[in-house]
């Protein structure tokens, strides 16, 4: 029979030199195989291996020794059985290809469903017998009726793995029910033995299945929510039957709804019979992760067990109450226990473990070790005042340096009680001359350990010394400044309500003396008349520079911010109050308030998670001061500065008995926790300086009101930024620490 010419193909013309070099490439490489091989193998390896490696020579590229795997040594493109791959081979993995068996082409959603129960990764290195394996584990699986493993060669030595199958297809199901089992101890299964008559076959099966329900109603329901199992009975009713792909695509919903809320500890373990009970139930098996052991232990400072001071019933009390035997272990949760734990500020190192029980293999037996601080401590550091000099160089205020004393005693009798202090010198060489102080104690817990009510008591005796802002000159205006310095006591109980938003309360009690930069008592502001007599305005109610006043005082603090990918969202509001009590210079009886607001929106929605992009924010901010009554000078309302209206420097647009402040910023993300920001802002006195004695606003020649614009960026905890004040129509470069809100 004459050969068919259109499927013939035209061979060239026959070249000596070509067909040595061939035959020289063919023997070589049958020489290597047989070395490889050695005895029997090597002489099957041959007989093999010789016509693919003599006529398809551009397959024989020289073998890498460096790298960990071998080439398949074939030509590009070839579909190789797994029983012909060679066993003495180390094959590299490209792809893993789910394929339709008849039509070859990629199964659509089988990498979703099936790719999990693959063991095999792209990029691995298999030998021959792990790749049997593979095929083996799989085949015995109920999701496939029928599979296979083949092999697809590419250019660079490494294979593709074709996997065709035949999904198992069972009985349409319309409801699933998750059955948490991971603390019922496990059963041994049953041998089935051989010469078993059909009856006691019968029987045997019917005492599995009693067994196998009451298993199953020995468990309790899972914590999967309703909103996600009525998902899964949408997916259930839009077909009308039940394909292994589908069954492994529920499943592994179940599983991700687990891990993605932070429930690590969960795994789906196994489903009941789907194979009769048409329109039943899919009932999974779940190891849900149970705590059943929950240890606190203390370590020294080599890691050994000793003895903890601090009360177990404190540690206990800070723990969400997730983290308890009896709750499925949480990562989220034992995150923020750490958190909670290391805000009481009486451990050095705080660490934690878990794994599975000894005894139990569906529990969790989880433990947190902990290092604590030295109950006693001190410390010494001294310090050199830097202040603009000429040119604006930072110059040394003094040569002599200051030096701050600190010393203090934690945990007290381990229920976190706190006494600490610190002395600070302004001259260490002469102590007398600048000395400011301030103790606390503080008592958390006030109404006790096992109270809910989380209330805390804390007494201070302080003494400070800050410059006035309410005598500062306005543009162009210099002036000396006018020192505050309070000595007296605080007494506060604080309620907190969540771990932003609280509720404090108590009364203070100081002695307020106003000075000059020498250091002497005033009372009145520095302004110079043109006859050399001061007629600033009065520093204090009582005129002569030293106010004694009692006032109560209470803030309410709502905070619902949060980080959205690095980005502060949500809202913050606080209310201020004090109430003077009518006691000490003049009986000053007086109700100064404040109240802010603040609104942090996000400019668009975006995927929350870690390593995602932050949205951009606008930021609205607003807050309202007021006085009425007996109010000194010195505790006036100052407008201006990086926490009040910014490109002024702080009081520098007026002092006031009422002001308002408004501001609006735009924040846009450069990079990780940086942003840029454009911002407007105006502060106003409402007309009120005039009702402040003397006047200090215009007495040093300031507006009463101004506005701002301008542009910065944040990096960290450091803010740069270039401010233009409105009033003088100049700008400025500014750096500030912390937020502006």
């Not at 603009?388 to 976190?416: C, D, E, H, M």
């Not at 002469?430 to 109404?447: A, V």
Request: include cysteine.
């Amino acid at each position: 029979m004459a050969p068919n010419n259109s499927n013939s193909q035209k061979h060239p013309p026959f070249n000596p030199l070509h067909g040595v070099i061939k035959f020289f490439q063919g023997f070589g490489s049958l020489i290597f195989n047989s070395h490889r091989s050695g005895g029997g193998g090597g002489e099957r390896n041959h007989k093999e291996n010789a016509p693919s490696n003599i006529f398809c020579p551009p397959a024989l590229a020289l073998e890498d020794k460096s790298r960990p795997w071998d080439s398949h040594g074939l030509e590009a493109g070839v579909v190789v059985q797994l029983k012909r791959l060679s066993g003495y081979k180390k094959y590299k993995v490209s792809r893993i290809n789910f394929l339709n068996p008849r039509t070859r082409a990629a199964a659509t959603g089988a990498e979703e469903s099936f790719s999990d129960m693959v063991s095999l990764q792209p990029g691995g290195v298999y030998t021959k017998q792990t790749l049997i394996q593979e095929l083996e584990s799989l085949s015995s699986s109920p999701y496939f009726d029928k599979i296979d493993f083949d092999f697809k060669t590419n250019p660079d030595g490494s294979v593709d793995v074709n996997i065709p199958f035949e999904e198992t297809v069972y009985p349409s199901k319309s409801r699933i029910r998750c059955v948490s089992i991971g603390l019922i101890p496990d059963e041994q299964p049953v041998e089935i033995d051989p010469n078993m008559t059909a009856k006691e076959q019968v029987e045997l099966m019917r005492r599995e299945n009693e067994k196998y329900k009451r298993r199953i109603n020995g468990g309790r329901e899972c914590i999967l929510p309703k909103e996600v199992e009525g998902e899964i009975r949408g997916m259930l009713m839009q077909t009308t039957c039940l394909r292994a792909s589908l069954l492994r695509r529920v499943l592994n919903k179940i599983q991700k709804w687990y891990h993605d809320n932070g429930y690590h500890g969960a795994f789906v373990i196994n489903h009941n019979n789907l194979e009769n009970n048409h329109g039943g139930d899919i009932v999974v098996e779940m190891v849900e992760g149970d705590i059943i052991k929950l240890g606190i232990v203390f370590q020294d400072k080599l890691g050994i067990v000793c003895e903890g001071n601090t009360d177990i019933a404190l540690i206990k009390r800070v723990l969400p109450k997730e983290v308890a035997v009896g709750n499925v272990y949480n990562r989220r949760a034992f995150e923020e226990a750490m958190q909670n734990l290391g805000s009481l500020n009486i451990f050095s190192s705080i660490s934690r473990g878990y794994g599975s029980d000894e005894k139990n293999n569906g529990g969790i037996s989880a433990q947190f070790a902990l290092q604590e601080l030295q109950q006693k401590w001190s410390d010494v550091s001294t310090e050199w005042s830097i202040v603009p000099g000429r040119n604006s160089r930072p110059t040394l205020a003094s040569i002599q340096p200051g030096a701050t004393v600190s010393f203090g005693y934690r945990n007290i009798k381990g229920l976190n009680r706190s006494l600490q202090g610190a002395i600070t010198l302004g001259n260490l060489f002469s102590p007398e001359d600048d000395i400011s102080y301030n103790f606390d104690y503080t008592h958390p817990y006030l109404d006790g350990i096992d109270d809910p009510r989380n209330r805390t008591f804390k007494a201070e005796c302080f003494n400070t010394k800050k410059v006035s802002p309410v005598f500062t000159g306005g543009p162009g205006v210099s002036n000396s400044p006018i020192w505050v310095c309070r000595d007296g006591i605080k007494a506060t109980i604080t309620e907190d309500y969540s771990r932003q938003s609280k509720f404090s309360y108590g009364l203070v009690m100081e002695e307020v003396k106003t000075r000059d930069e020498g250091g002497d008592i005033v009372g009145r502001g520095n302004t110079v008349s043109y006859n050399g007599e001061a007629n600033g305005p009065p520093t204090t109610l009582s005129g002569t520079g030293v106010d004694r006043m009692a006032f109560l005082q209470a803030n309410l603090t709502r905070d619902n911010t949060r980080f959205l990918n690095g980005a502060l969202v949500g809202t913050r509001d606080i209310f201020q109050v004090d109430q003077g009590l009518g006691i000490g210079s003049k009986f000053a009886f007086f109700n100064r308030h404040k109240i802010s607001t603040t609104r942090f929106f996000p400019l668009m929605k975006v995927e929350e998670g870690k390593g995602k992009a932050p949205p951009p924010v606008l930021v609205l901010h607003g807050m309202y001061g007021g006085c009425v009554g007996d109010l000194p000078n010195h505790e006036a309302f100052t407008i201006g500065g990086p926490t009040s209206v910014r490109g002024y420097s702080v009081g520098e647009i007026g002092a006031s008995r009422n002001k308002l402040e408004l501001a609006a910023e735009i924040r846009v993300p450069v990079k990780g926790s940086a942003y840029a920001y454009a911002f407007a802002e105006h502060g106003n006195d409402l007309g009120s300086s005039v009702s402040v004695e003397g006047n200090p606003t215009k007495s040093y020649m300031r507006n009463g009101h101004g506005s701002s614009y301008g542009a910065g960026v944040k990096i960290g905890n450091v803010r740069a930024e270039y401010a233009v004040d409105h009033n003088s129509n100049k700008g400025g470069f500014f750096v500030h620490f912390g937020d502006r809100f």
